[in-house]
């Protein structure tokens, strides 16, 4: 069982920051899209930013300027540095692995991400 670790949530007033880390399986992560989503109650699961395997990132227009995604190949390790936050980022944030090769998702456990002052 593929087994994704994610750290770095928690509770932030607004204007704050937070970086989130996500380490996978090398067999995983040097072979996938490695992303971040997010999620609230009654919401579908929503993109947040994304990095292929070449580095090249892709943001939601909601978080451009402010997050960045950052992945360290010698670690086996996706971050994301989230800058500037804001009320409406509150959400559980999901770590993603997309692996073309296997065609198929993997997933964190999730992490709790509250901006409230």
């Known amino acids: 069982q593929v087994r994704m670790v994610e750290s770095g949530g928690g509770s932030v007033q607004p204007g704050g920051s937070l970086r989130l880390s996500c380490a996978a399986p090398v067999t995983i992560f040097s072979r996938s899209v490695m992303g971040w989503y997010r999620q609230t109650p009654g919401k579908q699961r929503e993109l947040v930013a994304r990095?292929?395997?070449?580095?090249?990132?892709t943001y939601a227009d909601s978080v451009k300027g402010r997050f960045t995604i950052s992945r360290d190949n010698a670690k086996n390790t996706v971050y994301l540095q989230m800058n500037s936050l804001k009320p409406e980022d509150t959400a559980v944030y999901y770590c993603?692995?997309?692996?073309?090769?296997?065609?198929?998702?993997?997933w964190g456990q999730g992490t709790q991400v509250t901006v409230s002052s």
């Open positions: 990095a292929d395997i070449s580095g090249i990132t």
């Open positions: 993603n692995a997309y692996a073309p090769i296997f065609n198929r998702d993997y």
